[in-house]
């Protein structure tokens, strides 16, 4: 089971999402300087509760792995992951491990980096695409998303391993068998790695978090 949703969380009230937050998390908002962060810090809490709620999970207990994945240590069956990128907060829950990631799409995103830390065969790929940005972020997402799903994010080096997007898309080499499962959200990508295929994904709006 893997259930994945998004939220823009642009215009969430900072005030009044504070209050919903717990203790671990308002430090994490005080940290940060500016507003919009603090909305994606305290987004991204919001709907992780959401889905947790429709799980009829209340008051989990959050813990941290040796490389700084959250975990829930009193519900050992359920997992998840958070990721962020400029408005827009995305979660992904399963009863086995899972990674997600979302990306804007940035035209201009300089391919060099596909070159120089990307698998040969992704930047051929990508060079061969006909928007080459695009497929940037469609090889970006989905390794990033299996990063997380690690629990190592970026101990692990992105030409570490090797993304293959065909007819299916998998990781080369692979010995677990995982599924991957990309979407295009207009102006973003986002990715969800895992022992399954995510059906859909879910949008939320602002007011589905209170």
Known sequence: ?????????????????YGLLCESRKHKVDR??????????????LLLM?????ENITEPHFKFGKYG??????????????SHSNKFVACAISDREVGVDIELIDSAIDLNIAKHYFFAGEYESIMNSTDPADEFFNYWVLKESYMKYTGLGFNLKLEDF??????EIYLKDDENNLKFT?????????????????????QYFIEDLF
């Open 182 to 202: 990309l979407f295009d959200l207009g102006e973003y990508k986002l990715a969800v790695s895992g022992h399954y295929y995510a059906d859909d994904v879910k």
């Open 1 to 17: 089971m893997i259930k994945l949703a998004y939220v823009d969380v642009e215009n969430l009230d900072l005030d009044a999402s």
């Open 69 to 82: 994945k959250a975990y829930i240590s009193n519900h050992e069956d359920i997992y998840f992951n958070l």
């Open 162 to 167: 090797e993304i293959v997007i065909g007819d």
């Open 50 to 54: 959401k889905l947790l709620f429709e």
């Open 32 to 45: 940060f300087m500016f507003d919009r962060d603090k909305r994606l810090s305290a987004g991204a809490y």
